[in-house]
């Protein structure tokens, strides 16, 4: 079983930064990519960023030059650094492991987070 939990988010105001953490746990052989989505009210789940288990890091064009993902593989976690936050930020922001493998010859699959609420105020 492995399970992903989220942390970091708040309320701040506009211009503001966060910086948010999933930590991993569990049986994890290997990952294809660990990423970061956000829900707006309303709206359907999009992907802000993700990072390949190569080290490959990409970006919804809405955050890229504000926000950053990293990892620190020894403490099996994921950050998601965010800064100049505007309103249309605001959201719950989910982590997900993408085709994990639990052990080598296992099946894959994807796991999520329960998110993380972050609020910018205007």
């Known amino acids: 079983q492995v399970q992903l939990v989220e942390s970091g988010g708040g309320l701040v105001q506009a211009g503001g930064s966060l910086r948010l953490s999933c930590a991993a746990s569990?049986?994890?052989?290997?990952?294809?990519?660990m990423n970061w989505y956000r829900q707006a009210p309303g709206k359907q789940r999009e992907l802000v960023a993700r990072i390949t288990s190569g080290g490959t890091t990409n970006y919804a064009d809405s955050v890229k030059g504000r926000f950053s993902i990293s990892r620190d593989n020894g403490k099996n976690t994921v950050y998601l650094q965010t800064n100049s936050l505007r309103p249309e930020d605001t959201g719950v922001y989910y982590c997900?492991?993408?085709?994990?493998?639990?052990?080598?010859?296992?099946?894959?699959?994807?796991?999520w987070g329960r998110g993380t609420q972050v609020t910018v105020s205007s």
């Open positions: 997900n492991a993408d085709r994990v493998r639990t052990y080598p010859g296992s099946s894959k699959a994807d796991y």
């Open positions: 569990g049986k994890i052989f290997s990952v294809n990519a």
